[in-house]
């Protein structure tokens, strides 16, 4: 089984440039979550997709960030325009829709340089 | 104050030692706790889930909740060069919800 990939893996933009990281989860897992760490601090959580549907979007920064996941498969974390701030490493996981089976799994993260 | 508590470590333990890596919490309502692996440059790797209180074993990896106390450990047996890397604490309320992470304990392992 395929785990969750994330493209690219790294990407380097300067400030007011827009992005987009891409997340593929693993296949079947309705739940698809966003986190980033930023440099020194902990993981934090943004986003958390059920299917295509947003189900808590409370850890987003500000309207500059718009995640999506059309027909419920990949989904597009855009960053416009990057600040300085925004940089860290992006980190998408997935997770299945079974009562009881509630471990995420984590992809290889995209690290995202602001200059 | 952050809701979860990792000392950050480095912790540097000798091929074979027993190893104690360790998160507090203020939220009483996490109910569900993960343990992640990440090796430098990668994802976190889960290691360890348990739900509420009590042990878990896999292999020489132990899982500890106690939730009266807002504490969870997780002990390496048999530590090996391999294990060296950075252990997260991880913890949600509600099966589904967001992770809340601590800040990640660095292990060294010296053959």
């Known amino acids: 089984e395929a785990g969750v990939t994330q493209f690219p893996s790294h990407s380097v933009i300067e400030k007011g440039q827009t992005v987009t990281l891409r997340c593929d989860p693993i296949s079947g897992h309705d739940n698809l979550y966003w986190y980033r760490r930023v440099m020194g601090k902990e993981i934090k959580f943004l986003l958390h997709f059920v299917k295509e549907s947003k189900q808590d979007e409370s850890g987003m920064p500000n309207n500059r960030f718009l995640a999506e996941r059309t027909g419920g498969t990949y989904s597009t974390l855009k960053v416009q325009p990057a600040e300085l701030e925004d940089s860290g490493v992006y980190f998408c996981?997935?997770?299945?829709?079974?009562?009881?089976?509630?471990?995420?799994?984590f992809g290889p993260g995209t690290r995202l340089t602001v200059t | 104050q952050k809701e979860v508590e990792q000392d950050p470590g480095p912790l540097s333990v000798p091929e074979g030692a027993i190893v104690s890596l360790n998160c507090t919490y203020s939220?009483?309502?996490?109910?569900?706790f993960m343990w992640y692996r990440q090796y430098s440059r990668k994802g976190p790797e889960l290691l360890m889930y348990?739900?509420?209180?009590g042990n878990k074993e896999d292999g020489r990896f132990t899982a500890q909740v106690d939730k009266s106390s807002k504490y969870i450990s997780l002990f390496i047996r048999d530590s090996q060069p391999s294990d060296s890397a950075t252990y997260l604490c991880?913890?949600?309320?509600?099966?589904?919800?967001?992770?809340?992470f601590g800040t990640g304990t660095r292990l060294l392992v010296s053959p």
């Open positions: 991880a913890m949600s309320a509600r099966g589904f919800q967001k992770l809340v």
């Open positions: 996981a997935s997770s299945h829709n079974f009562r009881g089976s509630y471990e995420q799994y």
């Open positions: 939220n009483s309502a996490f109910q569900y």
């Open positions: 348990t739900y509420s209180s």
